[in-house]
Structures are given as structure tokens and as C-alpha cells.
């Protein structure tokens, strides 16, 4: 609906002026003033993700995240002529899902809030991709299907807790090529509040007032003040693993399409 990305730039300079001129995009909203609706700049934590794989935009209220799928880092499940393919560590061939990473190129979309906030009520994560992570990949919850256990499948997953299908490369467990405990960002979920590694900057170790979400609201590397955001938690999952997202959605979430 709002596709046009630069006219946020132009709002921003000269709210005042293009109040009552703006009013075919945002009929509604734009009868006082533009500066309360629309976000004059993109949250800093969308500058760390991959720009050859992902783009983000701001479009009014919201930002696009738009990616390719492909994650930034080597894999086993790359085909063996890519530069980035090694071979497998934590898994093996005999366990590896099929597919290769290029076969998966595609466009994942995900439209939310640029300043999301919490949910009355919390609502679950379903199959599929619940987050876009700062490689390029996307993030899925800690079931591998339908009613199948991620345990039953932990065996094909990379050293980043990644593996490929039925529709992408996807993490389901802590990706350390780019968080292994620390602080780093992970990505972002659907609902628009970032996921962070298993420590927290506000403090520089594991936090303890997290919900049953992983999240809190705390000072982050990328924030100025406080603001809500998700953990990795610090639970070992089958000895050495960590999950990356089990719990509920605390905003509301977007598609991935
Ligand atoms: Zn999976
Ligand atoms: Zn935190």
C-alpha cells in the first residue's frame, strides 16, 4: 500500500508544509501533522544486517525487510562449488536434509512496526519462518513440523543449528557464526522486536528477568533507552544447544511471505 520508501525523507524535512499535500498516501492520518505518524529513521539494529542479502526499508510506520534467504556464512548445506561450502562438522552426510542452500534463492518479505509494542495477550509462533535473521536466513521455532519434535531432526542441523526445507535454509538453534554467547543481535522476529544473543549489553551477562518469551525491557548496544526485546536463553537443549525462539510472540506478528 505505502511503497513509497523516500517520501519519509521528504516528510521528515518539511512536515509542516506537506501536511495538507500528502493526503492521497495517508488520508487520514495526514489532516494535522505528518511527524507523529511517520518514523523519521530506521532503528540502528537494522544496520547490522547483511546488505547483500537484505534490504530494509522504512515505509511510513513500518519497515520492509526483504531478503534473499541466503545466509552470509559457510554451511555444509551450500552446494559443494560455492565458496561458502564446508564440510560437515556437527552433522553428516548420511543425516543431512535434503537440498542445497541455492536452491532455496527467494524473496522473504516482512512487513512491521518500526516502533512495535507489546501485545495485550501473547500468541504462538507457528511453522515456517517467524523472524529474519542479520545473515540473511530465516528463523524458525523449536518444532520441526507438523508434530515432530525438533529433537527428531536435530541431527541434520549444521554448527549453526541450521538446516535446509521444506521452503528455506532456516536456524532453529543458537547460530554461532554470527551469536555464540554474547551479546551480538540475532535478528528480528515477526513481531518487530529483536532477538539477541544469550547475553544481554545492558549488563554484559545472561539476564534474569527474562519472560517466558526470552524477552525483557533493557538498554541494548542499539537503543539510546530502554526498550523490549528477545533473548536467546541460556538453557542447554540436549546437551550443547541452545533454541533460538520456543516461546510466544509478546508483540503482533507479520507474515513472512
Ligand atoms: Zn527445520
Ligand atoms: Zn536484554
Request: aromatic share 10%.
Amino acid at each position: 500500500m505505502k511503497s513509497f520508501k523516500l517520501i519519509n525523507l521528504t516528510v521528515l524535512l518539511t512536515s509542516v508544509a506537506l501536511a495538507g499535500c500528502d493526503s492521497s498516501d495517508d488520508s487520514s492520518e495526514d489532516t494535522s501533522t505528518s511527524t507523529s505518524t511517520d518514523v523519521s529513521a530506521l532503528h540502528s539494529a537494522y544496520a547490522e544486517f547483511d546488505t547483500d542479502n537484505v534490504s530494509v526499508a522504512l515505509s511510513g510506520t513500518d519497515v520492509v525487510i526483504e531478503t534473499n534467504g541466503l545466509p552470509n556464512h559457510t554451511s555444509p548445506y551450500w552446494s559443494t562449488d560455492n565458496e561458502l561450502f564446508v564440510e560437515p562438522t556437527v552433522t553428516s552426510y548420511d543425516e543431512m536434509a535434503p537440498g542445497n542452500i541455492d536452491d532455496f534463492v527467494g524473496t522473504y518479505t516482512l512487513t512491521v512496526a518500526a516502533s512495535p509494542e507489546k501485545a495485550s495477550t501473547s500468541s504462538s509462533t507457528g511453522l515456517g519462518a517467524i523472524g529474519i535473521a542479520v545473515s540473511g536466513s530465516v528463523i524458525y521455532n523449536d518444532e520441526e513440523g507438523p508434530g515432530i519434535a525438533l529433537d527428531n531432526a536435530v541431527g541434520s542441523l549444521d554448527y549453526n543449528g541450521a538446516h535446509t526445507g521444506p521452503q528455506s535454509f532456516h536456524y532453529h538453534l543458537e547460530p554461532v557464526s554470527f551469536s555464540d554467547d554474547d551479546s551480538n543481535l540475532v535478528g528480528v522476529i515477526s513481531d518487530g522486536f529483536f532477538l539477541y544473543g544469550r547475553k544481554c549489553n545492558s549488563t554484559g551477562t545472561y539476564p534474569t528477568d527474562l519472560d517466558e518469551s526470552g524477552g525483557h525491557t533493557a538498554q541494548t548496544q542499539h537503543s539510546d533507552s530502554e526498550e523490549y526485546h528477545y533473548h536467546i536463553e541460556n538453557e542447554v537443549y540436549l546437551g550443547s544447544y541452545y533454541i533460538l525462539f520456543p516461546g510466544d510472540y509478546q508483540g503482533t506478528a507479520s507474515a513472512i511471505n
